[in-house]
């Protein structure tokens, strides 16, 4: 399975940045995001289905995740950007994801991942 993340930038505060993550294939999938010196955090999901989303709470109402199958890509629209949004964002692709409980934010529930792409938010 390969994904390729795109579409980072800087951007100021208010801003907004669409990400994209083409996969080899159809999978539940998922964005997490890094800084430096802490742990990668869940940012949203999207089953395989497309039924299935769920956000973390600091982007809920900001960012949206979205699936074109046609394409085997996934998009995170992100608006009204803040300085704390600053990381890299990885996609990530899951075979086996049970969305009943909360597995989904952990990144040990994802079995590929992409290489990352850099969102940087000015104040």
């Known amino acids: 399975v390969q994904l390729q993340a795109s579409g980072g930038g800087l951007v100021q505060t208010g801003g907004s940045l669409r990400l994209s993550c083409a996969a080899s294939g159809r999978y539940h999938m998922a964005w997490f995001r890094q800084v430096p010196g802490k742990e990668r955090e869940f940012v949203t999901t999207i089953s395989a289905s497309g039924t299935g989303i769920f956000y973390a709470d600091s982007v809920k109402g900001r960012f949206t995740i979205s699936r074109d199958d046609a394409k085997n890509t996934v998009y995170l629209q992100l608006n009204n950007l803040k300085p704390e949004d600053t990381a890299v964002y990885y996609c990530?692709?899951?075979?086996?994801?049970?969305?009943?409980?909360?597995?989904?934010?952990?990144?040990?529930?994802?079995?590929?991942w992409g290489q990352g792409t850099q969102v940087t938010v000015s104040s």
């Open positions: 990530a692709a899951g075979t086996k994801l049970d969305y009943r409980g909360t597995y989904y934010r952990y990144a040990a529930s994802y079995d590929y």
